[in-house]
């Protein structure tokens, strides 16, 4: 039982280089979301999507891309990367139903530098 | 002023001691409550929910002060494995909002 699954797990990339961060789950929960966490900050939403080919921003989307096209998969996209990005991203996802009121589920993150 | 607010801690404690964690929350209008846990350089995942009348289990005990916007967090005969970091976790509307978190190191 895999759960949910980020590759990579580690990644060091230039600025202004395109990279995509891929989330997996096997469980069928039709909602999965990206966060960042940050020093000083909480875990802060990049996007969220509510089922295949359903996306939506969330609190900090710039500079993000994502994209669902079937519901195991939801990567998430720097178009032209910069420092600022630099981050650990956690792909997470929820049961169907009250997907803010119900556990979440996060992949073991993806520790991203930008240099 | 942040939605949700934690004390960084750390927290020191021997090993048996109890533990009480806060958190202040903005919005009045929230609805849904948790505290995660977070080791270190691992993913957060749900420690508990915090339900109007509080709730235990086992050792932990969570409460929630609606008309005070605080959220607890109690752990009682703290062990090595408690050593973490605790998340408060608000649901305003349609989103969760997390805290920065609470470090707990507990010693032998």
């Known amino acids: 039982d895999a759960g949910i699954t980020q590759s990579p797990r580690y990644k060091i990339t230039e600025t202004g280089r395109q990279v995509t961060l891929m989330c997996h789950q096997t469980w069928s929960h039709s909602y999965m979301f990206w966060y960042r966490q940050d020093l000083g900050h909480g875990l802060r939403l990049i996007y969220y999507s509510a089922a295949a080919d359903i996306t939506d921003k969330g609190e900090v989307p710039d500079g993000y891309v994502v994209s669902r096209s079937k519901t195991e998969n939801f990567p998430l996209t720097l178009e032209s990367a910069t420092r600022s990005q630099t981050s650990v991203y956690f792909c997470?996802?929820?049961?169907?139903?009250?997907?803010?009121?119900?556990?979440?589920?996060f992949g073991p993150g993806t520790r991203l530098t930008v240099t | 002023r942040k939605e949700v607010e934690q004390d960084p801690g750390p927290f020191n404690v021997p090993e048996g001691a109890t533990v009480a964690f806060n958190c202040t929350y903005s919005?009045?209008?929230?609805?849904?409550f948790f505290w995660y846990r977070q080791d270190c350089r691992k993913e957060p995942k749900l420690l508990m929910s915090?339900?109007?009348s509080g709730n235990e289990d086992g050792r932990f005990t969570a409460q929630l002060n609606r008309a005070s916007q605080y959220i607890s967090l109690l752990i009682r005969d703290s062990k090595l494995s408690d050593s973490a970091t605790y998340l408060c976790v608000v649901n305003p509307t349609d989103k969760l909002i997390f805290g920065t978190g609470t470090r707990l190191q507990v010693f032998p």
């Open positions: 915090v339900y109007s």
């Open positions: 919005n009045s209008a929230s609805q849904s």
């Open positions: 997470a996802s929820s049961v169907p139903s009250k997907h803010f009121s119900y556990e979440q589920y």
